[in-house]
């Protein structure tokens, strides 16, 4: 193939002989053949420059390849750059300035409207995941003053919860990813009676302070997140009496135990304990009513409470991984027996990794739950019979023995 350039020079047509590739492509125009007419190179190099210092005239400039790299870091640059300016001019009418709150919160702070019934209302929610949080930063969060509803920081390398004084409104609060070892009552976080939502996960927490957690601190509070984490224990009043309590979260941390508090939040429906070092649960877990899952696997449990049944609303319950010999009888009323209405939900039971004796691991792992529980009750039958039987003997040999007294 033949190409012949069109070179700055028109009056000159210099023909060359050229393999097809990225250097014919890189022609501002050229032409194939005789004559198949001309077009503009779309990989054409940008414009030469504008200064006046610059030869216009310039083969190197002219021609020189297209830096596309550098072209689109420049527009994300750009984009960057829109996104801030953006969320800096979102902020609530009549909210903060994001003038007075510096290069800090302002680029991060976003409008969301928060529904009440038939009334919504437009608040502001600070979501600032990575950054440095400087102690500056902490202190003006109170400029934000009661338009706050959520604060996420996550992964920001925090030390401590920051304080919250004047965020009456403040309903979310996250924290993960962070290095907070204490949760205490100097960041005021007990004085936010609107909060909701509290999630300190994936941090290094070892120890909450008694009175912080509980119905009294928080009348709204719906779900607590303290999973993964260092605790060895907790407050006997943690969630105590927080009766509007959905979700609990204390997976993998180090708890031998739970306290009986947890058993006071009547709406609680998830509660997860899953890789802890639990020995037991409390007797009282009968309480839970609205309880839907519950998640105890890879802990130390010899046995589950034999009241458990009780919790006729469970649909999942994982126990693998733990020392369990017998399940409780009762469990049974909480299989969801196929073809029968009034049963139980129970439709996940998940038993591996113990050494079960009844009912039997073989059953559940051979025929699944509903043959597992088939077996198991047919077994509770027979030893209930067993039990009646050795009842009558027994009664039997009294009576005997007291005909033969009055003989």
């Given at each position: 193939?033949?190409?012949?350039?069109?070179?700055?020079?028109?009056?000159?047509?210099k023909?060359?002989?050229?393999?097809?590739?990225?250097?014919?492509?890189?022609?501002?125009?050229?032409?194939?053949?005789?004559?198949?007419?001309?077009?503009?190179?779309?990989?054409?190099?940008?414009?030469?420059?504008?200064?006046e210092?610059?030869?216009?005239d310039?083969?190197?400039?002219?021609?020189?390849?297209?830096?596309?790299?550098?072209?689109?870091?420049?527009?994300?640059?750009?984009?960057?750059?829109?996104?801030?300016?953006?969320?800096?001019?979102?902020?609530?009418?009549?909210?903060?300035?994001?003038?007075?709150?510096g290069?800090?919160?302002?680029?991060?702070?976003?409008?969301?409207?928060?529904?009440?019934?038939?009334?919504?209302?437009?608040?502001?929610?600070?979501r600032?995941?990575?950054?440095?949080?400087?102690?500056?930063?902490?202190?003006?969060?109170?400029?934000?003053?009661?338009?706050?509803?959520?604060l996420?920081?996550?992964?920001c390398?925090?030390?401590?919860?920051?304080?919250?004084?004047?965020?009456?409104?403040?309903?979310?609060?996250?924290?993960?990813?962070?290095?907070i070892?204490?949760?205490?009552?100097?960041?005021?976080?007990n004085d936010?009676?609107?909060?909701?939502?509290?999630?300190?996960?994936?941090?290094?927490?070892?120890?909450?302070?008694?009175?912080?957690?509980?119905g009294?601190?928080?009348?709204?509070?719906?779900?607590?997140?303290?999973?993964?984490?260092?605790?060895t224990?907790?407050?006997?009043d943690?969630?105590?009496d927080?009766?509007k309590?959905?979700?609990?979260?204390?997976?993998?941390?180090?708890?031998?135990?739970?306290?009986?508090?947890?058993?006071?939040?009547?709406?609680?429906?998830?509660?997860?304990?899953?890789?802890?070092?639990?020995?037991?649960?409390?007797?009282?877990?009968?309480?839970?009513?609205?309880?839907?899952?519950l998640?105890?696997?890879?802990?130390?449990?010899?046995?589950?409470?034999?009241?458990?049944?009780?919790?006729?609303?469970?649909?999942?319950?994982?126990?693998?991984?733990?020392?369990i010999?017998?399940?409780p009888?009762?469990?049974?009323?909480?299989?969801?027996?196929?073809?029968?209405?009034?049963?139980?939900?129970?439709?996940?039971?998940?038993?591996?990794?113990?050494?079960?004796?009844?009912?039997?691991?073989?059953?559940?792992?051979?025929?699944?739950?509903?043959?597992?529980?088939?077996?198991?009750?047919?077994?509770?039958?027979?030893?209930?019979?067993?039990?009646?039987?050795?009842?009558?003997?027994?009664?039997?040999?009294?009576?005997?023995?007291d005909?033969f007294?009055?003989?």
């Open positions: 193939q033949y190409f012949v350039k069109l070179c700055p020079n028109a009056s000159q047509v023909e060359q002989r050229l393999f097809a590739g990225a250097i014919a492509m890189s022609w501002k125009k050229f032409m194939c053949g005789h004559f198949l007419g001309h077009f503009e190179d779309p990989h054409a190099s940008p414009p030469h420059s504008d200064d210092d610059a030869d216009k310039s083969d190197t400039e002219r021609y020189m390849p297209k830096d596309y790299g550098k072209a689109r870091r420049a527009k994300k640059e750009r984009k960057k750059n829109a996104g801030v300016i953006k969320r800096m001019r979102n902020i609530t009418k009549g909210g903060a300035d994001p003038v007075n709150l290069a800090g919160w302002g680029m991060y702070i976003e409008n969301i409207e928060i529904k009440n019934g038939n009334t919504t209302r437009r608040m502001q929610a600070i600032a995941p990575r950054i440095q949080v400087t102690d500056s930063m902490i202190e003006k969060l109170s400029a934000l003053g009661s338009g706050l509803h959520t996420e920081l996550t992964g390398h925090l030390k401590e919860i920051p304080k919250t004084e004047e965020l009456d409104d403040l309903a979310v609060v996250s924290l993960a990813h962070n290095d070892k204490y949760i205490t009552s100097d960041s005021k976080i936010r009676h609107n909060l909701t939502h509290l999630m300190v996960d994936h941090n290094r927490v070892e120890a909450v302070d008694a009175r912080l957690i509980t009294v601190s928080f009348p709204e509070l719906q779900v607590v997140s303290l999973s993964n984490n260092k605790l224990y907790l407050p006997t943690f969630v105590l927080a009766k309590l959905t979700y609990l979260d204390l997976s993998c941390n180090m708890l031998d135990r739970i306290p009986e508090s947890i058993t006071s939040c009547k709406k609680l429906q998830v509660l997860f304990l899953t890789d802890n070092r639990l020995v037991a649960l409390p007797e009282s877990i009968d309480k839970l009513k609205s309880l839907r899952k998640f105890l696997s890879y802990n130390a449990l010899t046995s589950l409470p034999e009241n458990i049944g009780s919790c006729s609303k469970l649909e999942k319950l994982r126990v693998s991984s733990n020392r010999q017998f399940m009888k009762s469990i049974v009323s909480l299989w969801k027996k196929p073809g029968f209405q009034q049963t139980g939900r129970l439709d996940e039971f998940l038993v591996d990794g113990n050494p079960l004796v009844q009912p039997s691991i073989t059953a559940f792992q051979m025929g699944g739950l509903n043959r597992g529980f088939q077996l198991f009750e047919a077994w509770i039958a027979e030893e209930e019979a067993a039990k009646d039987k050795q009842k009558a003997l027994m009664d039997q040999e009294q009576q005997n023995a005909d007294e009055r003989e």
